[in-house]
């Protein structure tokens, strides 16, 4: 049971920070716009691919995926920034 969840969960974090990956490179947004059209993504996730029943249950967990993959989203932007310009940030 643990392993099904942990593969949704997983399954369900990726699926969204690709689809915030496809927003951003098609419609030029800013970040401020990648936080709702993440949770969108993850109300979309939760109702039609995990098909949760229970609207109070779905909202929670789209907001938790939507969340997590976001703020998941931005590390990886900032790590690949601090990447780049190893001089410049705080690892010189």
Request: charged letters at 15%; a positive charge; glycine letters at 6%.
């Amino acid at each position: 049971m643990v392993q099904l969840i942990m593969t949704q969960m997983i399954f369900g974090l990726v699926a969204i920070m690709v689809g915030l990956v496809i927003v951003k490179f098609f419609f030029r947004s800013d970040d401020l716009l990648l936080l709702p059209s993440a949770l969108a993504l993850a109300l979309f996730y939760t109702a039609f691919i995990e098909k949760r029943i229970w609207l109070s249950e779905g909202a929670w967990a789209a907001m938790i995926y939507g969340l997590s993959a976001f703020g998941l989203y931005m590390l990886v932007k900032r790590l690949a920034k601090l990447y780049r310009s190893v001089r410049e940030g705080p690892f010189h």
